[in-house]
């Protein structure tokens, strides 16, 4: 009996979680059970996300919070429409071009641009947390920051992700200390299972619960950025009360192109999703990918084709709309993504994958920027159809390992191309004063044929994020897989001229027949973290990504 009685646990389990009311995902549990909490309350998709973000500071402090930034995809039921809240954090006026070159004039190694002051961009989080609740949220303000409250007072337990990046940074931590106050039992980094307890940033999430928006900005919380910036051991720099006061989120026009019967919907820039995911999107949309299926070496190769083109134009064009004009349509116009596709074919590799020249494009050099794996997504949606798809970010591990009252803050400024100029031309990417660093964050809503989402998905992993969404949404799309099975289908990358594919599945056991097709195959770890909620006929699944911690719950 009592046999029989796990296995039926097992197999309930093993179920997509439905909702008709709501359902929500996110890289941490403890995360989801705060959106979970507030769907329960009343609250709406956006009221969800926001407890989701500030839970997400206390558990994941690693990958994203209210010391960095994120941009937010949300489906406003009653009106029909799509908006985006752009919360990327920015460069402080004392931003300079030279900001990452070293006294030679080279750009600086980045094991020496992220850690500490330097490295530190305005926080935008707090104030897409602001936008968002007053355009979209039903509960009060100050009910969101519960969960993470009570999180962070009565404290949790490490996770193993948390744990295993902890060991990872401890090497730099002797200028921390007070990143290791919290962080470390004695000479060395918390273990997985042991408890983190942080009343510095309880009594931050109660100030800003109390005082709104301002209490993060200015006052002691403000204060405390701008001396912990300035006073870091590494790298000290000026972010003054003056950026803090400054700092402004904008909002955007989605960015939306048709694939097949779909409509699928991102991030602008200064995101590269859209823009990247759309544009290998509608490269390989002359092709029957639903025949070729995931088992299919060829159709894995026309994606990696279509992802080799797409981050060509991504490393050249994209920047921040504000400093640089970015040619959005002409990227997305239909001829020239026909003359891109042109250039693919099912039987052999390209032997470059140089940038285009889409319509209304400037001069550009196409230069790397130095965006690391890290980050978060979760999603959210309620029982009257909203729907909020966010990605949350810090940058790197722990961020600039920099501490203030409590939360890590960003080095998100590395997202900067270090070089202003490359072979004489500007770069797009280029550090600049109130400039927003270029980002992969994709988070990304589908519409099916009848208008009404479908699909809600993001990922975290760095430049990765665009790949783990493009095969999720093909995976959807094409193939016909429920969500939870597209997040775990294998993850395909680059580096140089191999390609990478997942080590120990089964796009690693095609490696011969995508070599074949003229391509270096290389089998390594690439681990993802990909959150979605999928709408079906029998009410709204939440999936995560099986490799991760993630958990998606209903209502």
């Not at 404290?155 to 106050?181: H, I």
């Amino acid at each position: 009996m009592i046999r029989k009685l796990i296995g039926l646990l097992a197999l309930f389990a093993a179920q997509p979680v439905l909702a008709d009311g709501g359902a929500v995902s996110a890289a941490d549990p403890r995360a989801a059970e705060a959106g979970q909490e507030i769907l329960r309350q009343g609250g709406s998709a956006a009221d969800a996300a926001m407890a989701m973000m500030l839970a997400l500071t206390v558990v994941e402090p690693q990958s994203s919070g209210i010391g960095g930034g994120g941009f937010i995809l949300y489906h406003d039921a009653k009106t029909g429409r799509i908006g985006t809240i752009d919360g990327r954090e920015k460069a402080p006026a004392s931003a300079k071009p030279e900001l990452f070159l070293g006294a030679d004039g080279k750009p600086l190694p980045f094991i020496q641009a992220f850690p500490g002051g330097k490295s530190v961009g305005v926080p935008g989080n707090i104030r897409l947390m602001e936008r968002v609740h007053a355009r979209w949220g039903k509960l009060a303000w100050g009910k969101l920051f519960q969960p993470a409250i009570k999180l962070a007072e009565d404290g949790y337990t490490v996770s193993g992700p948390t744990a295993a990046l902890l060991r990872t940074v401890a090497p730099l931590w002797k200028d921390f200390p007070a990143a290791r106050a919290i962080y470390w039992d004695g000479d060395r980094p918390k273990a997985e299972g042991s408890t983190v307890k942080n009343p510095a940033l309880a009594a931050t999430l109660r100030r800003i619960a109390k005082g709104g928006a301002r209490a993060f900005y200015a006052g002691q919380t403000g204060r405390a950025i701008t001396a912990t910036v300035a006073g870091s051991t590494r790298s000290p720099t000026q972010l003054t009360a003056a950026d803090l006061a400054a700092y402004k989120v904008v909002d955007r026009a989605a960015v939306c192109r048709p694939y097949r019967q779909y409509k699928v919907c991102g991030m602008g820039p200064p995101s590269s999703g859209a823009t990247t995911v759309l544009q290998m999107l509608g490269m390989i949309e002359r092709f029957d990918m639903k025949a070729l299926g995931p088992d299919s070496p060829v159709g894995w190769h026309l994606i990696a084709e279509a992802m080799g083109l797409g981050y060509a134009d991504r490393e050249k064009y994209l920047g921040d709309p504000g400093f640089v004009k970015v040619p959005v349509a002409g990227l997305l116009d239909p001829a020239y993504v026909k003359s891109r596709s042109a250039l693919i074919s099912e039987k052999t590799s390209l032997a470059k994958y140089e940038a285009g020249t889409p319509p209304g494009a400037e001069a550009r050099t196409a230069a790397l920027s130095s965006e690391v794996a890290g980050t978060t997504h979760f999603v959210a949606v309620d029982g009257s159809g909203n729907v909020a798809s966010m990605t949350s970010t810090v940058e790197g591990p722990f961020g600039s390992q920099l501490i203030a009252e409590g939360f890590v803050l960003n080095n998100e400024l590395t997202d900067f191309t270090f070089a202003p100029v490359k072979d004489g031309a500007p770069v797009a990417n280029a550090v600049a004063a109130g400039k927003r660093p270029l980002s992969s964050m994709s988070p990304t809503i589908v519409y099916g044929p009848d208008g009404k989402v479908v699909l809600a998905v993001g990922s975290a992993g760095g430049k990765r994020i665009i790949m783990h969404v493009m095969k999720a949404l093909v995976g959807v799309l094409d193939w016909g897989l429920p969500a939870k099975n597209a997040l775990g289908l294998p993850n395909i990358y680059f580096g140089g001229d191999a390609i990478l594919v997942e080590q120990g599945t089964k796009l690693s056991a095609m490696s011969n027949e995508l070599a074949a097709l003229g391509r270096t195959v290389v089998s390594t770890d690439l681990g993802s973290k990909l959150n979605a909620v999928e709408r079906t006929s029998k009410g709204w699944v939440g999936a995560a990504d099986p490799r991760s911690k993630g958990e998606a719950l209903s209502e």
